[in-house]
């Protein structure tokens, strides 16, 4: 699999928001218990958040990656196709995750196909 390669302007700025992030989970929610947390507790709870961080950010991804596409071009005969979706679960890394997939039907050579959001143009 490939990785996602993130210029440093972005890791920097991904970095500052999931600290600020971090220190308002502090401050909201563990700060009370932080003192009796061993470090099991401790991992526990910061593999909890990142996790739940991850599937987040999977769902957002996946929504703006096809939220925008209306119609699309069957890969087959070229005609252009309504565009409806298919809720599935995900399993990812981080667990599983909800996806309104995109799918289309051909009139014409009536194939199934999954489009992504740069199968608009012909």
Not at 4 to 22: F, N, T
Not at 49 to 63: P, S
Request: aromatic share 6%; net charge negative.
């Amino acid at each position: 699999m490939d990785a996602v390669s993130l210029d440093a302007v972005k890791q920097e700025r991904i970095s500052g928001v999931i600290e600020r992030w971090s220190e308002f989970l502090l401050r909201e929610i563990f700060e009370d218990d932080v003192d009796q947390m061993d470090i099991e507790a401790l991992d526990e709870a910061s593999a909890f958040c990142g996790d739940l961080l991850a599937r987040k950010v999977a769902e957002a991804l996946l929504e703006h990656r096809g939220s925008s596409l209306e119609e699309a071009v069957c890969p087959d005969c070229r005609t252009h196709c309504a565009v409806k979706t298919k809720d599935r679960t995900l399993l990812l890394r981080r667990g599983d995750v909800g996806w309104s997939e995109p799918k289309s039907r051909c009139p014409r050579c009536q194939r199934d196909f999954f489009p992504s959001a740069g199968c608009i143009e012909d």
